[in-house]
Nanobody, 116 residues
């Protein structure tokens, strides 16, 4: 059974940091492109960052470049999103995504709220 389980969300003040984790199981993690998406209330889901299967290709949304870092541990089937210098506009539900060929898996999401 395929599972993507996000953790690490919460409430943080502007300028603070959070580290999201996504634990994967039920599929061959190392061959999948892993991504983080987010969706704020009233807005469409957007890509935040993605990392290729061996980490050789990484992409970020312009809005998070220089502040967020995506990484993966293929041995542990984990993907991370380190978020620094958080802003109120980063408030959203963050989703982990795994994609390979026609397979496209999603986690249940974790809430990140940036507020003073």
């Amino acid at each position: 059974q395929v599972q993507l389980v996000e953790s690490g969300g919460g409430l943080v003040q502007p300028g603070g940091s959070l580290r999201l984790s996504c634990a994967a199981s039920g599929f061959t993690f190392s061959i999948y492109t892993m991504s983080w998406y987010r969706q704020a209330p009233g807005l469409e889901r957007e890509l935040v960052a993605s990392i290729s299967r061996f980490g050789g290709r990484i992409n970020y949304a312009d809005s998070v470049k220089g502040r967020f870092t995506i990484s993966r541990d293929n041995a542990k089937s984990l993907v991370y999103l380190q978020m620094n210098s958080l802003k109120s506009e980063d408030t959203a539900v963050y989703y982990c995504n795994a994609q390979y060929s026609r397979n496209d898996y999603w986690g249940q999401g974790t809430q990140v709220t940036v507020s003073s």
